[in-house]
Structure formats: structure tokens, C-alpha cells
């Protein structure tokens, strides 16, 4: 399982504030849009979680953003947790696909 020391690893800035606008749903949203549009993962493939954590910090998210994005996208069955690093699943890719139109 991914902790939140591995997330930590990419340096979140600390002036960013949680999302008080969007549900833990859009974030996940976002999370499953990084894995596809911008790394380009197909499902079953891998990404290091100090890899998504980089992505999402540069478009100054807060960490509490993406930890809750995970654990919902977790709970979505969109990714599967692994050691240090996230597999995305057919249903995250398929949901990330659906809000790419």
C-alpha cells in the first residue's frame, strides 16, 4: 500500500488550500485523467506514486486533495494500491476516457 510518507516525496506546496469547491470525485476524476492523458497508462500498467504525486502538486493541488482523490478512486475500483505505486484498472481508464470527451 501506498502511505502518505511516499506521497510526501514530490514536495506539495504548502500555500495551496484544500478544494473546498469540488468533491473528492472531481479529484479522483483528475487522478484517473493524469494516469491516462498525461502519462498515457493503459489498464493494468503501473504509476509511482512520487510520479502521480508530481503531476498533481504542479497543478497546485493540496496533498489532502490527493489523498482523498485516491482513497475514493480506490474505493471506485479505478486503481488498485500497490507498494509504491497505483495500478489503473478498466474502470478508472474507462472513466477517465468517458470525461476526456
Known sequence: ????????QAEP???VEKDTLHSDDVSARLLMDIFVNHFK?????ALLASKLSSVWYDKQKSQEDLVNGLEYAKAQEWIVALDEAFR????GFHTAAVADK
Open 41 to 45: 497508462l493503459l489498464t493494468g500498467e
Open 88 to 91: 489503473l484498472t478498466e474502470a
Open 1 to 8: 500500500m501506498v502511505s502518505e510518507t511516499q506521497i510526501n
Open 13 to 15: 506546496n504548502p500555500q
